[in-house]
């Protein structure tokens, strides 16, 4: 088997990736909907993939790896891995689980860091208000996550809520930084406090806090939040769109807090999570099997965490429902150290409406069951899809 073409159209905002066999199989990946301008950095891999075998998964990785970076660029890499990998599972007739060493568990746990509707503040009540309708969904989330600090509008709508740099919101991805006021640590503080009241211990809070902060503000933090027991602290010092690491500062933020610390989403390559892992900076790492370089990747990093006692918890957030398929075929073969995976959000509804292999209701109680399908078990009905082709992309299906 060969391939012979190397295609990616926006559908929605997602960058779809597809390969195309002499042999008639086909993979598919899907790049974050916050990504839409990766398009030509997916297609300047064709030239290296023609010809080659896609089942040769780690050759054809060997040719492109390099070429990746920290997110957001590392995606492109990533998701051409996971199409790679869909059409190795086809031509074998096995769900892709079954490649990556078998499953260790029959159901995958998720949580919720994506559905959630538009918050109408930023003051505690209103985010009280938000984690109660995200508790009370049908899926039953065992976790909510919710953005605070750098990580969300407080930065802003809280006066004087830091003293340092304030970037434009209308570019994703640049990093507020600074000292965080007296005025906003109280207010992030008094916020935590309100949603734990509707939470209580039935559904754990995890917070995406960054990235921006200096460590002592940090560290002061993490303490003053000790006793509310939350799942961890996420992206502090560095993380979404943060091309460095900084481990040292992550493991003095860790030795001086009982909260767990997370990170890891924007890290390329097991290499650059090696000192995170071995020096044990952090009690969690999060990364992205559509980020880090895909799911071989991931996978790596979590057999390397599990020997070092810390937890795996993958980021997706607006990884698709392609994405998904890529995630609960990964994390079916995790071991002991996975906690949950991110679920996934696409960037329009009607994608409900145009991909094959899910379930009518994917998540039961914070559960999801594998995909026996060949592949990662999710597929794109081209009929259906072709009206959210752009003019340029016709062909993409043929």
């Known amino acids: 088997m060969k391939i012979t073409d190397l295609r990616c159209a926006v559908i929605g905002k997602h960058p779809i990736v597809r390969i195309v066999t002499d042999e008639g199989l086909y993979g598919l990946g899907e790049v974050e909907y916050t990504k839409p301008y990766l398009k030509p950095w997916v297609l300047h891999f064709r030239d290296a993939l023609i010809g080659e075998d896609p089942t040769d998964v780690e050759r054809c990785m060997l040719k492109i790896r390099q070429r990746g970076s920290f997110k957001p660029y590392g995606a492109a890499v990533s998701v051409i891995e996971h199409a790679l990998w869909d059409i190795a599972g086809k031509a074998a007739g096995v769900p892709v689980y079954k490649l990556l060493g078998g499953k ?5 746990r998720v949580y919720n860091g994506s559905i959630r509707k538009k918050r109408t503040g930023d003051k505690p009540e209103d985010y009280a208000a938000d984690v109660k309708w995200m508790m009370e969904r049908p899926e039953n989330f065992f976790m909510v996550k919710q953005g605070i600090s750098f990580h969300s509008n407080m930065k802003t709508s ?125 009690r969690v790492i999060g990364p992205d099997p559509a980020d880090i370089g895909g799911i071989a990747e991931l996978k790596w990093v979590a057999e390397h965490a599990y020997m070092h006692s810390i937890l795996m918890a993958p980021h997706g957030t607006a990884n698709g429902l392609l994405g998904l398929g890529a995630l609960i075929n990964v994390c079916a073969t995790l071991p002991a150290n996975y906690v949950a995976f991110e679920y996934p959000s696409a960037s329009d509804p009607w994608w409900n409406d145009i991909v094959i292999g899910l379930p009518k209701q994917i998540v039961k109680d914070s559960m999801m069951d594998l995909l026996e399908a060949p592949g990662l ?22």
């Open 377 to 398: 078990g999710v597929d794109i009905d081209a009929e259906a899809a072709r009206k959210y082709l752009r003019e340029e992309d016709a062909g993409f299906f043929d």
């Open 104 to 108: 260790v568990r029959d159901k995958v």
């Open 158 to 282: 809280v006066p004087d809520f830091h003293y340092g740099i304030r970037q434009p919101p209308t570019y994703h991805g640049a990093m507020d930084q600074g000292q965080i006021s007296e005025r906003g640590m109280t207010h992030m503080i008094e916020c935590v406090i309100a949603m734990k009241e509707v939470l209580g211990d039935t559904v754990s809070l995890a917070l995406d806090c960054g990235p921006g902060w200096f460590l002592p503000d940090a560290i002061r933090f993490a303490q003053s939040v000790e006793k509310y027991n939350l799942m961890w602290l996420e992206d502090m010092l560095t993380g979404d769109y943060v091309p460095w690491v900084n481990p040292q500062a992550y493991r003095e933020l860790t030795i001086s807090t009982s909260t767990p610390i997370h990170t890891g989403e924007q890290i390329y390559l097991r290499h650059n999570f090696k000192e995170l892992i071995e020096t044990q900076a952090v």
